[in-house]
């Protein structure tokens, strides 16, 4: 183990049992096959669900949509890059020799994509309640208000918040396609809407651009097809 991912591993305050799952989930796609992007899935998932947790806590007088629209501004890329920054990311990540040199140690995209794979390997290797704390540790010096609310919404959030307005299923988000070389790659997303059979395709320069695409274009197709 080298002395990077042992540093990395105080800042997380988690010392892992398997070693292997760090490794990987500071492995860029561009360094090997053995790469982060399914940590990345799995730890997006867990985030979401966790800063919800700490959100139903704090801001126990908010309701769901507010509630929604505050923890967009948690998870979106700007804010997991900051985080990123402040465990040292940038020093730990695994790069193909492209995108290192393009500057992928400092991508916004690079770094928030990792930390999402980390705290995916933290639930791996110890369980839900291991990568909540962590969670909970990374937001502790984040402000957190209702003001938040009044930051515009992603096209993610307010696909969400038009659905869920009429008591239906959250869209699904598959990506469909991969394009470019390995350190310039885009993400070729696709938004299905089960109930209404939609399905609208976007494409960026990450999974998260992708699906933010995808659903900016779902949105235009259901108000131009379901409202007067």
């Avoid at 979401?48 to 959100?55: H, P, Y």
């Avoid at 992603?154 to 696909?159: G, Q, V």
Wanted: some cysteine.
């Amino acid at each position: 183990m080298n002395d990077g991912l042992t540093t990395l591993q105080r800042g997380l305050q988690h010392e892992f049992a398997d070693i292997g799952l760090l490794n990987r989930a500071v492995t860029h796609r561009s360094f090997s096959s053995d790469h982060n992007e399914r940590l990345e899935f799995l730890g997006d998932s867990v985030l979401g669900l966790a800063v919800a947790d700490l959100l139903y806590q704090r801001l126990s007088a908010l309701p769901e949509g507010d509630l929604s629209r505050v923890r967009a501004n948690l998870v979106k890329q700007d804010t997991l890059h900051q985080l990123a920054l402040g465990l040292g990311l940038p020093e730990v990540i695994r790069l193909g020799e492209g995108e290192a040199k393009s500057g992928g140690k400092k991508r916004p995209s690079i770094l928030a994509d990792a930390l999402e794979a980390v705290i995916g390997a933290v639930y791996l290797d110890a369980g839900y309640a291991a990568a909540q704390g962590l969670v909970q540790r990374l937001y502790k010096a984040v402000e957190i208000n209702p003001e938040m609310e009044a930051i515009g919404k992603d096209p993610k959030t307010e696909l969400q918040e038009w659905l869920q307005a009429r008591k239906m299923n959250l869209p699904l988000y598959r990506v469909v396609g991969t394009l470019g070389a390995a350190h310039q790659q885009t993400f070729d997303v696709e938004c299905e809407i089960i109930e209404f059979n939609f399905s609208e395709r976007g494409i960026g320069g990450s999974r998260r651009a992708g699906e933010q695409a995808a659903a900016a274009a779902m949105l235009q197709t259901i108000k131009a097809k379901t409202e007067p």
